[in-house]
């Protein structure tokens, strides 16, 4: 492992924490962060707007996202992580989650490992991860390309509201595949795979796979099952002209209204999320506790 961002002489890590305002347990979570940093060589810093939160406006900053840090540490569940990646999606910068949420795929530190695992990421006995990264874009009738946004799990194209069936148009590279009637789309990283898409029936990925993922949603044809794509595909979804509520949505959190005759593009980002591990996770065994564990 290894503390990436700043020059090697510095003896001062600085670390960008983002704890989840809605969770009941995020302050408790910060306060034993801010504490086990109190004497040591660690800067803490969190976005201006929970700093004055959490009462700990010393270490707010704004436009955080822009100065140098060494790594950014999520408080609350998996959603939280993923939205800390999105923020540092251009970056490249190391994100670690303190799991205060339901399921934790992402999130590895659970809150009665908070301060072994803070020591670990102090002594550098981690891991980092290189996540595949989506990046959507929406293309008009003129072919203006438009960039949206990127998303770790995935890019969803679905109808608004109680609106009927959409007509989609798939195509991978220059090739078309079909044009059906469903609810929607969704396209996965293999991060992703345990999210949305499977509950629509799509297949779980190990999120070392280099591979992007369809899923269609509630499909009004047999014909079109999941599909698992090269990573290096081009993906286009072309919305068809007769449908009027249509949105695309990055990791459930972010959404934009598509217009009748525009087209999504979904590609691999150049730049890959980077999630921190640590050598007591292993993936299956995250899988069986996470998932199975209880529904037997």
């Given at each position: 492992m290894h503390w990436m961002g700043r020059n090697k002489g510095d003896a001062m890590h600085r670390i960008a924490v983002f704890p989840n305002v809605n969770k009941d347990q995020s302050r408790a979570m910060l306060d034993r962060l801010l504490s086990f940093c109190k004497?040591?060589?660690?800067e803490l810093v969190l976005p201006k707007d929970e700093s004055?939160?959490?009462?700990?406006?010393?270490?707010?900053?704004?436009?955080?996202?822009?100065?140098?840090?060494?790594m950014a540490l999520s408080i609350g569940g998996d959603g939280t992580l993923l939205g800390v990646c999105r923020r540092f999606g251009s970056r490249s910068v190391p994100v670690c989650g303190i799991n205060i949420g339901t399921l934790g795929f992402l999130a590895d530190i659970e809150p009665e490992e908070l301060e072994k695992k803070l020591s670990k990421i102090l002594e550098g006995t981690y891991r980092i991860?290189?996540?595949?990264?989506?990046?959507?874009y929406v293309k008009d009738g003129n072919g203006n390309e438009r960039f949206l946004g990127n998303a770790i799990n995935d890019v969803v194209i679905t109808k608004g509201g109680?609106?009927?069936m959409i007509h989609l148009g798939l195509s991978i590279n220059d090739t078309h595949l079909m044009d059906y009637k469903a609810d929607?789309?969704?396209?996965?990283?293999?991060?992703g795979s345990t999210?949305?898409?499977?509950?629509?029936?799509?297949?779980?990925?190990?999120p070392t796979v280099r591979a992007l993922l369809v899923t269609p949603i509630c499909a009004h044809t047999f014909n079109l099952r999941p599909l698992v794509v090269n990573e290096n595909d081009l993906l286009h979804i072309h919305i068809a002209?007769?449908?009027?509520?249509?949105?695309?949505?990055?990791?459930?959190?972010?959404s934009f209204r598509l217009l009748p005759g525009e087209e999504v593009l979904v590609r691999k980002s150049p730049v890959p999320a980077r999630i921190v591990k640590f050598e007591d996770?292993?993936?299956?065994?995250?899988?069986?506790?996470?998932?199975?564990?209880g529904n037997l």
């Open positions: 004497d040591k060589s660690v004055i939160f959490f009462e700990c406006e010393a270490h707010g900053r704004e436009d955080i996202e822009q100065i140098p840090v060494d991860e290189e996540r595949l990264l989506l990046s959507g109680v609106a009927r929607g789309v969704i396209v996965s990283s293999p991060t999210a949305y898409s499977l509950s629509a029936g799509g297949p779980i990925m190990n002209a007769v449908h009027q509520d249509i949105i695309v949505t990055f990791d459930g959190q972010e996770k292993d993936y299956y065994k995250i899988l069986r506790t996470k998932l199975w564990e």
